[in-house]
Nanobody, 125 residues
């Protein structure tokens, strides 16, 4: 079975940066999409960014465009989320997730097959 493990969360002052990592294993799809989501208590989960595994297709939520960058290291089976110019409203639990198939423009609506346990990001005002 597939497994995803996130790391890199923490507390940072507004305007600062953090880099999240998601190491995945046991995912054998020919084609797959890895995404980052975030959620705060009482709110729906929000799609943040997505990347085609082994490819170049990426999509971002409007709220993070220009500030966040998703990337991957195929040799390490790792997907990253570089977060710059962080704002207090970026505070959330961040999850990575994997789904079989192409990364499409409605990537956040897909039924993801695998989820990590989450890593907390807190941005202090």
């Amino acid at each position: 079975a597939g497994q995803l493990v996130e790391s890199g969360g923490g507390s940072v002052q507004a305007g600062g940066s953090l880099k999240l990592s998601c190491v995945f294993s046991g995912i054998t799809y020919t084609r797959s999409c890895m995404s980052w989501f975030r959620q705060t208590p009482g709110n729906e989960r929000e799609g943040v960014a997505t990347i085609r595994v082994g490819g170049f297709t990426t999509y971002y939520a409007d709220s993070v465009k220009g500030r966040f960058t998703i990337s991957q290291d195929n040799a390490k089976n790792t997907v990253y989320l570089q977060m710059n110019s962080l704002k207090p409203e970026d505070t959330a639990m961040y999850y990575c997730a994997a789904v079989e198939g192409a990364c499409t423009t409605n990537w956040w609506r897909k039924q993801y097959n695998y989820w990590g346990q989450g890593t907390q990001v807190t941005v202090l005002a």
